[in-house]
Each structure stands twice: as structure tokens, then as C-alpha cells.
């Protein structure tokens, strides 16, 4: 497995979680990464995405100003900060790799790790 997710859990509506992302080496340099969710019953859909520098970040309408994607690219590492969560936010995690720039779409990503859960309850 290249990537793996993980961080996932049970919260409450209006708390926090992060959500982490370990991948290999070679899976992560000079890749794009990004940030998917899939709800029961639904298409897997884009959260953020972010450059391998860092420098540029991209969000979907439904979690910007709540949700914050990053990484340390000397552990491997992607992150994602959410807050202020909603039910609406309750899905399967997924982090995926790319060649740069980070895009939006899921057949942009070739690199894919198993989800993390995350529910949220009202």
C-alpha cells in the first residue's frame, strides 16, 4: 500500500478532527496530493488538494473555511485540519497522489490508499 489514511472517527457536529496521510517516498515526491470523501450511496468527491511546494492549496466549496489540507514533506506526511464539523461531512476518507499541479478530478490521481471512516453525528 502507497498510501495510507488514517485519524478517522466518531464526532459530534461542530467538533474536529485531522485526518492523516503516510505515504512512500517515491509515492509522495513531487506529487500533487489530494483529499477525497465517498458517503454511502454516493460518488467519490474531490476535498483539497495542495502542490508538492505547499505553496498552492484547493478546496471544494463545501469545506472551505473549515477545513485546512497540508503536509511535511520530510515525513511523508499530508494532513487535513477539519473543523466546525457537519453531518453532511460523514464519508469515507481517501488520500491520493498525482503528477503536479493538483487538480480536482478523481482520474487525476493514480496513487490511491484505503479511507478512514469518519462519522459525524447530529
Known amino acids: 500500500v502507497q498510501l495510507q489514511a488514517s485519524g478517522g472517527g466518531s464526532v459530534q457536529a461542530g467538533g474536529s478532527l485531522t485526518l492523516s496521510c503516510r505515504a512512500s517516498?517515491?509515492?509522495?515526491?513531487?506529487?500533487?496530493i489530494g483529499w477525497f470523501r465517498q458517503a454511502p450511496g454516493k460518488e467519490r468527491e474531490f476535498v483539497a488538494s495542495?502542490?508538492?511546494?505547499?505553496?498552492?492549496?484547493y478546496y471544494a466549496d463545501s469545506v472551505k473555511g473549515r477545513f485546512t489540507i497540508s503536509r511535511h514533506n520530510a515525513k511523508n506526511t499530508l494532513y487535513l485540519q477539519m473543523n466546525s464539523l457537519k453531518p453532511e461531512d460523514t464519508a469515507v476518507y481517501f488520500c491520493?497522489?498525482?503528477?503536479?499541479?493538483?487538480?480536482?478530478?478523481?482520474?487525476?490521481?493514480?496513487?490511491w490508499g484505503r479511507g478512514t471512516l469518519v462519522t459525524v453525528s447530529s
Open positions: 491520493a497522489a498525482g503528477a503536479e499541479p493538483p487538480r480536482a478530478g478523481v482520474d487525476d490521481y493514480d496513487y
Open positions: 517516498e517515491r509515492t509522495f515526491s513531487n506529487n500533487a
Open positions: 495542495i502542490s508538492w511546494s505547499g505553496r498552492s492549496t
